[in-house]
């Protein structure tokens, strides 16, 4: 008949307990309004906030503004872009049905 083998203490602990997860959870992605300064090409500074880390969404030539998506540690770098001037936080903004009395 075999021996059988001891388990340690650590080993026991070690096979019970799941495993620890090494990677830190990533905020979710905030929707944004970026309005640049229009002293370069829009499509141009849409790259750059692209390869910045913003999921573009709209990029809206006639008013100088790009809106996407990007995680909030994405920020400042898309702060640092040439040709912007400004990102903040979208706001939905409702405005009711046609006919809707104004309260």
């Known amino acids: 008949m075999p021996k059988k083998a ?3 203490k650590k080993a026991a602990a070690a096979k019970k307990a799941p495993a620890k997860s090494t990677t830190r959870a990533k905020a979710p992605k905030q929707l944004l ?3 640049l300064t229009g002293d370069r ?3 141009e500074v849409a790259g750059k906030l692209k390869a910045a880390g913003l999921t573009v969404d709209q990029v809206l ?3 100088g503004i790009v809106t996407g998506s990007a995680h909030p540690d994405a920020a400042g770098r898309l702060r640092k872009v040439q040709g912007v001037a ?3 936080p979208d706001h939905p ?4 049905p046609p006919g809707a009395s104004i309260s």
């Open 6 to 8: 001891k388990r340690t």
């Open 33 to 35: 309004v970026i309005t």
């Open 41 to 43: 090409p829009i499509h």
């Open 61 to 63: 030539t006639s008013t």
């Open 86 to 88: 400004d990102v903040s």
């Open 93 to 96: 903004v409702d405005i009711g």
